[in-house]
């Protein structure tokens, strides 16, 4: 079965220093990959996608993701991270099957970003 | 803005109540989902409309549940009954049709968070 794994469930990190977010998927077939963002009591922000050709992808506010097929990864990462990036993140795998397409999200990283 | 809305955004009802929930999609998306997302969890997917059409409903939507899309633009959910652990934030999003075989992203409303008490 389709599955998305964030090993990290919080991450606290300096402001000004980088930061990585692990993300592992188990699907069959090449994924089409995304990574959300949500803040307190707000909806999904998408920060970037991965649908095909080069493998490390640039997105919003700063952020990148890599796509390795032999790891089954897309890790997310920024090079300086601020504090209003605190907020929860989210890595999902963008299924097509049965003629639509729907999502499986990891259960998220919650980072925290000290002054 | 023409993002997609959700009415309410929160609800607090007691338990054996039932609850309705409404989202407005992106006006010339026609594809809408629900999602329910529970504290510390991912959301997860629970229903899929093309147009008026509900094509995909997860295991998690019990006969409790009833999502509509009657003239293929707004949507409702409700649930019937309510119980405590139907406690959660209720996602809905939309996305163009991406053709065959292809893949749109979707675009997420603010939620609803309903607690039941």
New interface residues.
């Given amino acids: 079965a389709q599955s998305?794994t964030q090993p990290d469930i919080h991450i606290t990190v300096s402001e000004g220093a980088s930061l990585e977010l692990r993300c592992n998927y188990s699907y069959g077939a090449t994924p089409?990959l995304?990574w959300?963002v949500q803040s307190p009591?707000?909806?999904?922000?998408?920060l970037l996608?991965y649908?095909s050709g080069d493998t490390l992808v640039q997105g919003i506010k700063g952020f990148e993701a890599e796509f390795k097929r032999s790891q089954s990864s897309f890790n997310l990462r920024k090079p300086s991270v601020h504090w209003s990036d605190a907020a929860e993140y989210?890595c999902?795998v963008?299924l097509?099957s049965?003629?639509?397409?729907?999502?499986?999200?990891?259960?998220?990283t919650r980072l925290a970003v000290h002054p | 803005d023409t993002g997609v809305s959700q009415d309410p955004r929160h609800k607090i009802t007691k338990r054996g109540q039932n609850v309705t929930f409404r989202c407005d999609p992106i006006s010339e998306h026609n594809r809408l989902y629900w999602y329910r997302q529970t504290l510390g969890q991912g959301p997860e997917f629970l229903t899929y409309f093309q147009n008026e059409a509900q094509l995909e409903k997860s295991r998690l939507l019990s006969d409790r549940f009833s999502a509509e899309r009657p003239k293929g633009s707004f949507s409702t959910l409700e649930i019937q009954r309510t119980e405590q652990g139907d406690s959660a934030m209720y996602l809905c999003a939309s996305s163009p049709d991406p053709g065959t075989g292809g893949y749109n992203e979707q675009f997420f409303g603010p939620g609803t968070r309903l607690t039941v008490l």
């Fill in positions: 998305v089409y995304f959300y009591g707000q909806g999904l922000q998408l996608k649908f989210f999902a963008g097509f049965g003629g639509y397409n729907k999502l499986i999200f990891g259960a998220g």
